[in-house]
């Protein structure tokens, strides 16, 4: 018996408490419709490369129906009273809560994202949402947004395939707890759970236009960022396309928040809890296949323990199980899509060119979908390519420090601040460390942690704004003193 | 498996870290820390693994093949001693293909029933383990408890059981513990040379943080334990998961560091197949092939096995049984 070998057996979640329909159309106005050009486009499954469904594909003059519907919607929405608002968030959240399993299944499906994170991580945390921000809705006034906090009208919302349904849950919920309304636009490679989303907004009862969702591509996205009936822009996604939405809002009276790239700073000093450290280094980059913005893609470790964590990391690394997303052992799914594989290839071959050493534990990928191993990178410095640009995918790159000042310094020296971690045992370190990063969020001895009640967003290219918490609120608020827009002449100008 | 194959020569040797009372504490003190909260999620973490079919029929039966099989009251009659090594031999009457325990594991003065018992069962390979140095507490004089050890090996207990000081090692005096299980492990020696396994039992619990729980790892690995065990089951904190896990990855640093490969024995409270799959999980992705065997993992239970034998039946039938399909002993 000793020489058997301890080996999982496969544990499928079952793909059939998800009913996927051939085709979906346009969430408008509370029904689903066909694009006005009647264009559509097809969801994949990135592990398999199955043809999930068909989607309808969004043009300007949906955008536009989209909005006025919206617009329309804005006027009740708005004037109910918030403990109204809070009840329809409770019972959108409780509707997700108990089509979890359902919607854990499809995203998975529909991302290449294991059902382990999914079920645990991604449907928890969209739930616990929609439960804050229900609990805010009638509390407006105690949130810290001045006297009387009126909404802002519609919400146009863009967001990327990493987290599908989370970070629809990150714009949704704030925005019609506040009293706006929404047009959302999920990415082209993951639409689907957003239209599930639909329907769960549909078994909640939630009036008719509140909110729209928009299936289709880049330019779509761009309509919605520009339609003049758009009062407030949140964009999650590339830095290249958020600066392209901060010149699009740019003069007009549109609020805007932006949650884009970043290359988070993972920093391991020398007394830091090893084992815990490696786990959180792994978690850093080697969750949901280090499709995390936040994620902590470089990894700067004191040169002093280097090798004693980099064997320990390289050890943990072997034993990362990569393969079927719906297998509830699997560690690490499939990519995202054929174009993010060969944008993390050819980042990875540019690490190699450049000189860094490349590892990865001997691990058999799958021959249909999108698939990489979990990558290491040493003997990586500041110059590397790998160093300074966001590679969104499974690859950690290894830098190394003498001292606290220099590992500041290094996790400073980026054009993105988004996130950072550090590791030690010693309590003054990690605040005197903390208080002089430039990130938006710092994690002590931990990674990738994530709450409702806690803001996050970024420093310098990582974007602008905050979401989550009392912040997130804010966003979708008109400052005191500010014309809220959906009333009066707004409306007007639209409907001209 | 058997009591006379030791551990590989170490590599490297052991360092000296144990000339003074103050070089040992300032090894100890200088290991990496144990952060709870990211030790717990780790634990919780390999405990959502899902095994099924196959897999869980190989743990299941592992599992069986790992139990010592442990009574430790202060009623304990000959009678009871027997009825267990019955079980521990033929752990289900109805199904001759369930593997026997690993060990039966008694108090001193029933290893020689023990030892009898087995041998009439037919099952004299199934090892016997005492508990010694004064068993739960520790607290008597070195000479009790190396004369209880001795005792027990005398009556032919294959495998020693020995509690720490924890008040001497709560102290910080770490020497007087090494010595204490130097001292055991010296008193373990039989006539002809061969020697009883010894298992080190810290009683987590009373240790408290896991920081002290890794020290003590160290400690009593560098003394020279054969195994390291979590606690007696007489407090009320045992096994846990995570303090589990903390001890595996120092046996894991430990053989890195020398070569030496030392067991690891979880006691108390884990009482469900589920639970002991969860601990195997944890050895297979901790430690790996190497520690997934009798001879280096061992689970301190009494009523696991009999739920172990459940889920073995809804294995092989098809359905669940109840608590009358499997024996009482």
């Known amino acids: 018996m000793a020489h058997q070998k301890f080996a999982y057996a496969p544990a499928p979640e079952s793909r059939a408490v998800v009913e996927l329909a051939p085709s979906y159309g346009l969430f408008i106005d509370g029904e689903f419709a066909e694009a006005a050009d009647g264009r559509v486009f097809k969801s994949v499954s990135p592990s398999s490369e199955e043809v999930l469904a068909e989607v309808a594909r969004a043009g300007e003059a949906d955008v536009d129906r989209a909005v006025r519907a919206a617009r329309k919607a804005f006027t009740k929405w708005s004037a109910l009273p918030g403990a109204e608002r809070g009840k329809y968030l409770f019972r959108i959240a409780r509707v997700l809560q108990e089509r979890a399993r359902e919607l854990a299944v499809l995203e998975s499906l529909d991302n290449g994202k294991p059902i382990r994170e999914t079920r645990d991580v991604d449907l928890p945390l969209v739930a616990a949402h929609f439960f804050y921000y229900a609990g805010w809705a009638d509390k407006l006034e105690y949130a810290g947004c001045g006297p009387n906090p009126r909404p802002l009208g519609v919400a146009g919302q863009v967001i990327p395939w990493n987290f599908p349904l989370l970070m629809l849950a990150w714009k949704v919920a704030p925005a019609l707890a506040a009293g706006n309304t929404v047009v959302l636009k999920p990415a082209e490679t993951t639409p689907l759970s957003a239209l599930f989303f639909a329907d769960v907004c549909r078994q909640a009862g939630l009036p008719r236009g509140v909110v729209n969702i928009l299936t289709g591509y880049g330019d779509a996205g761009a309509a919605l960022v520009a339609h003049e009936g758009v009062d407030k822009v949140a964009f999650t996604g590339s830095t290249e396309v958020g600066k392209a939405i901060a010149r699009t809002v740019a003069g007009s009276r549109k609020k805007v928040t932006l949650e884009l790239g970043g290359k988070a700073a993972n920093i391991v000093f020398d007394d830091a809890p090893v084992d815990q450290a490696v786990e959180g280094i792994v978690n850093g980059i080697f969750f949901n296949q280090g499709h995390v913005c936040c994620a902590g893609s470089r990894l700067l470790v004191q040169e002093s323990v280097q090798e004693e964590v980099l064997d320990a990391l390289k050890r943990r690394m072997a034993t990362l199980r990569v393969g079927d997303p719906l297998d509830k052992n699997t560690d690490i799914g499939a990519i995202n899509s054929a174009e993010q594989l060969a944008r993390i290839t050819a980042l990875a071959e540019a690490g190699e060119a450049e000189g860094a050493e490349r590892w990865a534990p001997p691990c058999e990928l799958p021959r249909s979908g999108y698939w990489f191993a979990p990558t290491l990178f040493t003997g990586v410095t500041q110059a590397h390519r790998i160093a300074r640009e966001e590679i969104f995918g499974p690859v950690l790159s290894v830098l190394t420090f003498r001292t606290p000042a220099e590992a500041v310094e290094k996790a400073n020296n980026t054009p993105y601040g988004l996130s950072a971690g550090i590791w030690t045992e010693k309590g003054s370190r990690i605040l005197a460390v903390a208080s002089r990063l430039r990130a938006g969020v710092v994690w002590a001895n931990t990674f990738n942690k994530f709450d409702p009640t806690s803001p996050f967003g970024g420093y310098k290219e990582s974007g602008y704004g905050r979401e989550g918490g009392r912040h997130g609120l804010a966003a979708y608020l008109a400052e005191p003193g500010e014309a809220a827009g959906g009333r009066g002449e707004g409306e007007g100008e639209l409907d001209r | ?329």
């Open chain 2, 1 to 329: 498996m058997s009591s006379e194959v030791l551990p590989p020569p170490p590599a490297v040797p052991v360092p000296d870290v144990t000339s003074s009372a103050q070089a040992l504490r300032s090894y100890l003190h200088g290991l990496p820390g144990v952060d709870a909260v990211g030790l717990e999620a780790r634990a919780a973490a390999l405990g959502t693994r899902s095994v099924k079919t196959t897999a869980k029929a190989y743990a299941i039966d592992l599992a069986i093949a790992m139990i010592d099989l442990t009574t430790l009251e202060g009623a304990d009659t000959a009678g009871k001693v027997r009825a267990l090594c019955a079980k521990g031999v033929r752990p289900d009457p109805t199904d001759r293909t369930a593997p026997r325990v690993a060990a039966i594991c008694v108090y001193g003065d029933m290893v020689a029933t023990a030892k009898e018992a087995l041998a009439a069962a037919g099952g004299p390979e199934v090892h016997v383990a005492a508990v010694a140095t004064a068993f739960p507490s520790g607290r008597a004089a070195r000479a009790v408890k190396l004369a209880d050890t001795a005792e027990a090996v005398a009556a032919g207990a294959d495998e020693i059981d020995m509690v720490i000081d924890r008040g001497a090692f709560l102290s910080g005096r770490y020497l007087d513990v090494f010595e204490e299980i130097q001292a055991v492990k010296a008193a373990c020696g039989r006539p002809d040379g061969s020697r009883a396994h010894l298992k080190v039992i810290f009683e987590n619990g009373e240790l408290s943080t896991y920081d002290n729980i890794r020290r003590c790892s160290w400690l009593a690995m560098l003394a020279g334990a054969d195994f390291i065990k979590t606690s007696t089951g007489k407090v009320g904190v045992n096994a846990t998961p995570a303090n589990t896990l903390v001890m595996l990855e120092a046996v894991r640093d430990f053989r890195r560091a020398t070569g030496v490969q030392v067991g690891v024995k979880p006691a108390g409270g884990i009482r469900t197949a589920k639970d002991a799959v969860k601990y195997l999980v944890m050895v297979n992705e901790t430690l790996g092939d190497d520690w997934l065997s009798p001879q280096w993992f061992r689970f301190g239970a009494s009523s696991l096995l009999n739920d172990l034998l459940m889920q073995r039946q809804k294995l092989s039938t098809g359905r669940y049984s109840g608590p009358d399909y499997v024996t009482v002993d």
